[in-house]
């Protein structure tokens, strides 16, 4: 079966500083990746997607990047942080052609 | 613009009574409907998925969808406490297999 990692689960960093989030799928080939972010009593708000290894389309436009540099693994990084950032990251997952996501269980990031 | 939209609620309902959710999308095109449940602090879990007009059961869950009106909705029979979560509704709204929009979501308080 299927199973995705995210970590860490909670992250407190200062405003400036670099971010990198990890997320991993097993069990399945060629996944299409997604990077949401959910800030307080919002929705989700997809950030970037991957139907492919090196291949990201970005969402919203913003001071972070993605990165897929393994068929199963993908990679939400900023250079430098800022307070805005602050939120709940959800990384998930589908298999091509099929629009049922699976989520991992998100990191919650704090900027102070 | 294309939006899903949901009543953020709360939507509260005496424990043993039918929960009815709503959820209206702005694109015709749209194939793909999904019903998430995300209690707090946790990662969205996928409850239901319905592609054709009409009702589609699974236990105590009933999704409804109908194309020509532009709308989705979720019935939760005999509701239940632990039935006291978020639900998102998720569309693909440009009916393409890459992507989903997600609406704000309806927050549901099930009263003993």
């Known amino acids: 079966s299927q199973t995705i990692h995210q970590w860490p689960a909670t992250l407190v960093q200062p405003v400036g500083s670099p971010l990198s989030l990890e997320c991993t799928v097993e069990?399945?080939?060629?996944?299409?990746l997604y990077w949401y972010r959910q800030a307080a009593g919002r929705g989700l708000q997809l950030l970037f997607y991957?139907?492919?290894?090196?291949?990201i389309s970005s969402e919203v436009p913003q001071n972070l990047s993605a990165s897929r540099p393994q068929d199963r693994q993908f990679i939400l990084s900023s250079k430098k942080l800022l307070l805005s950032d602050s939120g709940f990251y959800l990384c998930?997952?589908?298999?091509?052609?099929?629009?049922?996501?699976?989520f991992g269980a998100g990191t919650r990031l704090s900027v102070l | 613009q294309k939006e899903v939209e949901q009543n953020s609620g709360p939507l509260s309902v005496p424990e043993g009574a039918i929960a009815s959710l709503n959820c209206t999308y702005s694109?015709?095109?749209?194939?793909?409907f999904f019903w998430y449940r995300q209690y707090s602090g946790k990662s969205p879990e996928l409850i239901m998925s319905?592609?054709?007009?009409g009702d589609k059961e699974d236990g105590r869950f009933t999704a409804q969808l109908n194309k020509a009106s532009q709308y989705v909705s979720l019935l939760i029979r005999d509701s239940q406490p632990s039935d006291s979560a978020t639900y998102l509704c998720a569309v693909n709204l440009d009916g393409g297999y890459q992507k989903v929009t997600f609406g704000t979501g309806t927050k549901l308080q099930v009263i003993p």
């Open positions: 319905i592609y054709s007009n």
């Open positions: 694109d015709r095109v749209s194939q793909s």
């Open positions: 069990g399945t080939s060629n996944p299409n």
């Open positions: 991957s139907v492919g290894i090196g291949q």
């Open positions: 998930a997952w589908s298999e091509g052609g099929q629009n049922i996501q699976y």
